[in-house]
């Protein structure tokens, strides 16, 4: 028999592991849930009529597809396929990729039933055939919320501030929200006269970070945009304070041109709807995001102490269910955490303090078979007491049942033996300071905290 | 373009839905979590060969496969090959059938890293092709736990407890535990003297309640069992209360078989653990649950006011890693609750008792759109209390925010508009008995409950 293993990508979370990760979703949860975000799940099969043309050449590439089940060969002429043509006839559906096509499938099929604002949250695992490597998982989590059916600009600023919360109680201090606006970075291609190039300029320059701004401007001047016109892109690439001084200046540099208005409109009102809180804002010209759908204001996370991609991204969109064929226009905006690298920030700069201190409270520590018994009632009275409470199934010796309580970081450690049953007594001990007291069987509950 | 949709047998799950499931699934966790069980999660994806012959032929049948990624078909002769052969060529990796091979497989893989005993829990879906119909789904959701690595009855008796606090949480009193013992069969198969029988005849009376006492004896004449055969046989089928008396009576009528000693030892053992707490517990000597891998106790938890099967099950195994070629013995117990089935349940028995009742607790509503600015720091104040809160995102009509109050329940409706604004107050409204009254900016926080 081989020895057993799990699909290249894919990750068992060990309760050690999953005790930090569920800090991480609850508290994101808790923060989607104090605004009034509610909570919609889909299923992790999709047709793949519903999946194919949503992410592009690559991205369709990148599906996982389920075979049909059945003998569905017997009627195919399989001498007169390859894999590209077999696939449609043997697989209809394929693993969820993302949670924005699902979420843009569910607002089409129940439209009418939906009050608008439709303020949702989805967290749930997306599979892409990726090759996997360090940080990049072929199974990993996904953290939404968007708001569709407002093109209002409080949703950006219910979502900065969102971000701000969760950072605050994840106790992630090091971080910049980057803010930018499609409608800015068409008003620069439409200045440098390259509009024609929007597409290419805009993945070009997403890459900063990566290349630099020389291999920035080298990879402007390759595809045909003269010095003058590699200039005027490269003035997005500074990073900013996001203020009304800087929104000024860029109203200044691109005036005349077509979508400069509405940009600065929007980040006008972003900024008065955020009043002081604008701490850890940056307008970064630079930002793009690859997704085509986004329309207006774009974000994303990055932290600052810890060399890592972005941990959150997102933005407005026109239409999102467009691709659903509605014709009315149900316009929004989402933001997406990546759980797997934030998980990674937060282990890297050690700011997982106690969430896995304890997978229970209490352990009972019974000294002969008799003793279970007598434990048993005593038990659920710390349980109803709210400890997390167990008895150890066996008269082990002490020591084993000692270094079982240390595997879960277990405070108290109740001994009873044959005395104890006989004075209707218990032995505490608090594991992390030693100490030990007896008490009656009516007040023990009492002695723990 | 066709009209969207999801696959057969699959499920969104609206916020009106999730809320109800969240409230069952973090009941039965909560309660996973006062005995001291861990949490594992597990991929979705598990290589076929860890998944393939762990459920018998049909169960193979029932694996949805997810195909290669890549052109795996370059190399494959496809005129010699049908569905059979083709599908171990494309397909390496399937989706999860249960959440108990796959905890075999973790601890198998991971058994040098356990402290034993190891009490782990897992909620996660599983997905199987069966033909959907009404109650069974191709995707559903299994909420298990385990104990691994003990052979102590104080496991059973901690289950029977577990059943009783998480049914009395979720406000369902009338089910019964049913309790069997394999050994039992076992040994009334052997009085029967149709041992080599012994599969056949579990298979056909776990099928009493459906086919009756009747159809039972005339299955079991059909596989050459006579009348006194059957009538040993049929004995099993009383339900009796757990008590020393019934096991008593049991032992006499067994007496002299191989197998009674155990099983009478465990359920002995078993009513001297539980005490008083016997409750809604029945010996169904019909109970064999089809897994081959049980042994001794086995569970069933019907509800006895819907007609509606089993909502959980379990029972203890011998050898849970052996199908991996692990040598070291690691027997252990375990108990898997069925969501879906439970939420129909209680569905249907009106037991969901305001667990919709609100996805937010007070929505303001800006009457122009200078008020959303004003209304953004008094927002982020009953956050900050605890209020889940919202701003309506546009300056629409009164009645229009009130409606979407109504459909989220929202209790609190803050009223601003110029008056308000130009005073500090805001106008608060009790949506539940309509009063409505002024305050100060200051204190108006405290007026909400």
């Given at each position: 028999m081989s020895k057993p293993s799990i699909p290249q990508g894919t990750r068992d979370f060990s309760p050690e592991l999953m005790a930090k990760r569920k800090f991480i979703l609850n508290t994101i949860e808790n923060v989607y849930q104090s605004f009034g975000f509610m909570q919609l799940e889909t299923p992790a099969m999709e047709n793949l009529s519903t999946l194919?043309?949503?992410?592009?050449n690559e991205g369709d590439q990148l599906l996982f597809k389920i075979l049909n089940s059945g003998d569905y060969l017997k009627d195919l002429a399989l001498e007169t396929l390859d894999s590209k043509s077999l696939i449609p006839k043997i697989a209809e559906k394929g693993l969820r990729y993302d949670l924005t096509v699902p979420l843009a499938r569910f607002v089409a099929m129940h439209r009418h039933e939906i009050s608008f604002p439709f303020k949702r949250y989805q967290i749930q695992p997306v599979w892409r055939a990726d090759r996997p490597q360090k940080g990049r998982y072929r199974e990993f989590w996904q953290c939404d919320a968007d708001v569709l059916g407002t093109d209002s600009l409080l949703c950006e600023a219910d979502f900065i501030k969102i971000y701000q919360t969760v950072f605050s109680k994840l106790g992630l201090h090091d971080y910049e929200i980057r803010i930018n606006h499609r409608k800015l970075l068409e008003a620069v291609c439409e200045k440098a006269d390259a509009k024609q190039h929007f597409r290419t300029i805009t993945i070009i320059i997403d890459k900063a970070d990566k290349i630099g701004i020389d291999g920035v401007a080298k990879e402007l001047g390759s595809i045909g945009l003269d010095a003058a016109q590699v200039q005027t892109v490269l003035s997005l690439l500074n990073k900013k304070e996001l203020s009304k001084q800087t929104i000024e200046a860029f109203s200044k540099d691109l005036s005349g041109t077509e979508s400069i208005g509405k940009a600065i409109e929007d980040l006008n009102k972003l900024i008065d709807l955020c009043g002081n809180n604008l701490k850890q804002i940056v307008l970064d010209g630079s930002l793009a995001r690859g997704l085509d759908y986004y329309t207006a204001c774009i974000f994303e996370v990055v932290p600052t102490s810890v060399k890592m991609g972005s941990i959150s991204g997102g933005g407005r969109y026109d239409n999102l269910t467009e691709v659903f064929g509605l014709k009315e226009k149900v316009s929004g905006i989402g933001i997406s955490f990546g759980i797997d690298r934030l998980y990674d920030v937060m282990e890297e700069l050690q700011l997982f303090v106690g969430q896995t201190s304890s997978f229970a409270d209490v352990l009972f520590c019974p000294m002969d078979e008799e003793a279970i018994s007598y434990c048993l009632p005593l038990a659920d009275i710390c349980r109803e007491k709210g400890f997390k409470t167990e008895i150890y199934p066996s008269p082990s010796k002490l020591k084993k049942q000692l270094d079982y309580a240390n595997s879960k970081n277990i405070k108290w450690a109740i001994i009873v033996g044959e005395s104890e049953i006989e004075k209707r007594e218990v032995s505490i001990k608090n594991l992390v300071d030693g100490n030990q007291q007896t008490s009656d069987i009516v007040d023990f509950v009492d002695l723990i905290h």
């Amino acid at each position: 028999m081989s020895k057993p293993s799990i699909p290249q990508g894919t990750r068992d979370f060990s309760p050690e592991l999953m005790a930090k990760r569920k800090f991480i979703l609850n508290t994101i949860e808790n923060v989607y849930q104090s605004f009034g975000f509610m909570q919609l799940e889909t299923p992790a099969m999709e047709n793949l009529s519903t999946l194919t043309g949503k992410y592009g050449n690559e991205g369709d590439q990148l599906l996982f597809k389920i075979l049909n089940s059945g003998d569905y060969l017997k009627d195919l002429a399989l001498e007169t396929l390859d894999s590209k043509s077999l696939i449609p006839k043997i697989a209809e559906k394929g693993l969820r990729y993302d949670l924005t096509v699902p979420l843009a499938r569910f607002v089409a099929m129940h439209r009418h039933e939906i009050s608008f604002p439709f303020k949702r949250y989805q967290i749930q695992p997306v599979w892409r055939a990726d090759r996997p490597q360090k940080g990049r998982y072929r199974e990993f989590w996904q953290c939404d919320a968007d708001v569709l059916g407002t093109d209002s600009l409080l949703c950006e600023a219910d979502f900065i501030k969102i971000y701000q919360t969760v950072f605050s109680k994840l106790g992630l201090h090091d971080y910049e929200i980057r803010i930018n606006h499609r409608k800015l970075l068409e008003a620069v291609c439409e200045k440098a006269d390259a509009k024609q190039h929007f597409r290419t300029i805009t993945i070009i320059i997403d890459k900063a970070d990566k290349i630099g701004i020389d291999g920035v401007a080298k990879e402007l001047g390759s595809i045909g945009l003269d010095a003058a016109q590699v200039q005027t892109v490269l003035s997005l690439l500074n990073k900013k304070e996001l203020s009304k001084q800087t929104i000024e200046a860029f109203s200044k540099d691109l005036s005349g041109t077509e979508s400069i208005g509405k940009a600065i409109e929007d980040l006008n009102k972003l900024i008065d709807l955020c009043g002081n809180n604008l701490k850890q804002i940056v307008l970064d010209g630079s930002l793009a995001r690859g997704l085509d759908y986004y329309t207006a204001c774009i974000f994303e996370v990055v932290p600052t102490s810890v060399k890592m991609g972005s941990i959150s991204g997102g933005g407005r969109y026109d239409n999102l269910t467009e691709v659903f064929g509605l014709k009315e226009k149900v316009s929004g905006i989402g933001i997406s955490f990546g759980i797997d690298r934030l998980y990674d920030v937060m282990e890297e700069l050690q700011l997982f303090v106690g969430q896995t201190s304890s997978f229970a409270d209490v352990l009972f520590c019974p000294m002969d078979e008799e003793a279970i018994s007598y434990c048993l009632p005593l038990a659920d009275i710390c349980r109803e007491k709210g400890f997390k409470t167990e008895i150890y199934p066996s008269p082990s010796k002490l020591k084993k049942q000692l270094d079982y309580a240390n595997s879960k970081n277990i405070k108290w450690a109740i001994i009873v033996g044959e005395s104890e049953i006989e004075k209707r007594e218990v032995s505490i001990k608090n594991l992390v300071d030693g100490n030990q007291q007896t008490s009656d069987i009516v007040d023990f509950v009492d002695l723990i905290h």
